[in-house]
Nanobody, 120 residues
Framework: QVQLVESGGGLVQAGGSLRLSCAAS????????MGWFRQAPGKEREFVAA??????YYADSVKGRFTISRDNAKSTVYLEMNTLKPEDTAVYYC???????????????WGQGTQVTVSS
């Protein structure tokens, strides 16, 4: 069982930056691929970024602006978000999985989400 707790969301002006963190329980964090997803009001949940043992993956909409990273010693994954846009406003969810496609939605574990609001 893995528990995930996101933090770092908030209100920021367009063009600003935020850093999301996701702390995971358990001692096998390094064995999981980690992903970030988001869901805006009235929209479906969408893939944002993911990181496996050695690779990173990004949605086209955030490529070049967002950076995903992980610290296995701290069992934490991060999402550095720069040049934020109003359309980045959403609840951001952290997720963990072992095996399968990191861009798919069928992750094994999900956090509760953290709100990111970007004002214009």
């Amino acid at each position: 069982q893995v528990q995930l707790v996101e933090s770092g969301g908030g209100l920021v002006q367009a063009g600003g930056s935020l850093r999301l963190s996701c702390a995971a329980s358990g001692r096998t964090f390094s064995m999981y691929a980690m992903g970030w997803f988001r869901q805006a009001p009235g929209k479906e949940r969408e893939f944002v970024a993911a990181i496996s043992w050695s690779s990173t993956y990004y949605a086209d909409s955030v490529k070049g602006r967002f950076t995903i990273s992980r610290d296995n010693a701290k069992s934490t994954v991060y999402l550095e978000m720069n040049t934020l846009k109003p359309e980045d406003t959403a609840v951001y969810y952290c997720a963990a999985r072992r095996g399968g496609s990191v861009t798919a939605f069928d992750y094994n574990y999900w956090g509760q989400g953290t709100q990111v609001t970007v004002s214009s």
